[in-house]
Every structure is written in C-alpha cells, then in structure tokens.
C-alpha cells in the first residue's frame, strides 16, 4: 500500500467537519450547473487516477449486489442464483447482499477484477462522483471519501471550484 493511501483515512478524518458543512450548505441551494461540474471533476481525476495501482474499493469495502447483479454473475459462472449467494454473499443490517468477506473474492492479485465484464452496478459506478445531483448523496461520499483517493481529490477539487454560501 502506498503512503497516500495508508494516510487517507487521517486525512478525511481531518476534512470530515469541513465536508460535512459543505454538503449542508450545497444541499440546500446545489448551483444548477451541479451536474456538469461534478462530470469534469470526476473525468479530469479518472484521467490521471489508475485504479488498478489502488483497488482499495475492493479491497476494504465491496458493493452491495441487486437481485440482478446476483442473476448475472450467477449465469456467468453457470451456478444457481441461491447457490451463488450462499459461496459468496452474506445479508447485512440493511437486508442487502454484500460480500461474505473483504477483498473481494473477485480480486485478483494483479487488482483486475476476475468477473469485470458482469460486475455488480456498484462497482461500476463507485465512488458515484459522476452522478446526477450529487449533493444528494453526501452521506454516501463522506465515507467514501475515506477508502477512495480519487473521491478524496474530487471533493477537494469541488469544494474550490462550487461555491456554496
Ligand atoms: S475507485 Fe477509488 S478506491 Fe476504487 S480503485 Fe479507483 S481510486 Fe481506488
Ligand atoms: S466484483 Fe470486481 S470490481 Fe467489484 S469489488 Fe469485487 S473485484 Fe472489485
């Protein structure tokens, strides 16, 4: 692990307080070019961010997996959906199928996902720093912020670049 990564939980602890104010502030007047801003933000760190040197994502949390994540993935391996869950997910507090253990089972060690092509929706989209009115889920991006280095940056970058009053 390299040290910016060992150092991003202190660092996101550090910026919890000021995140959280910022979110706050967003959530309730969200500029109404939210959307485009957050596009390039999120495009500019994905151009120099190289998530296969990290997979910290896979490595510390995993993804819920949707009902059609599990059919899909079970088709690929040719397994029964139950018999897919029962090798590999686990119900958390929220009744949501997620990972029986971290890393991921699907990590490889080289950090390419072995099932990419029919990974669950959650992994596709994390850290969901390109979604539509982002301000609504910054509870969601508090945490992530601590896993994800290019989270991290993005919400640095964002907090410079949308004014909030
Ligand atoms: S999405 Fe974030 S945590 Fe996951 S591999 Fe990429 S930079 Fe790392
Ligand atoms: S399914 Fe693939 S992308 Fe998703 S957490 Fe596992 S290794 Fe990472």
């Known amino acids: 692990m390299d040290d910016s990564l060992r150092e991003l939980p202190e660092r996101a602890k550090e910026k919890y307080i000021e ?9 309730k007047r969200p500029p109404k070019n939210l959307d485009y801003v957050m596009q390039e933000l999120h495009d500019a ?42 090798t590999y997910l686990r119900l958390d507090e929220e009744n949501d199928y997620v990972l029986q253990e971290v890393p991921c089972a699907f990590l490889g060690a080289d950090n ?5 092509d029919v990974r669950p929706k959650a992994c596709r989209e994390f850290p969901h720093t390109d979604r539509k009115k982002f301000h609504q889920i910054s509870h969601l991006t508090l945490k992530n912020v601590v896993i994800c280095p290019a989270a991290f940056r993005i919400v640095e970058e964002m907090k410079k670049r949308v004014g909030v009053k």
Not at 112 to 116: D, K, Q, R, S, V
């Open 45 to 86: 760190e994905f151009e120099r961010t190289d998530c296969l040197e990290c997979a910290n994502c896979c490595k510390t949390t995993g993804p819920l997996f949707t009902n059609a994540d599990i059919e899909r993935i079970a088709k690929h391996f040719r397994l029964k959906p139950q018999r897919f869950i029962e």
């Open 19 to 27: 995140n959280k104010k910022f979110f706050a502030k967003l959530k």
């Open 112 to 116: 390419h996902c072995a099932i990419y």
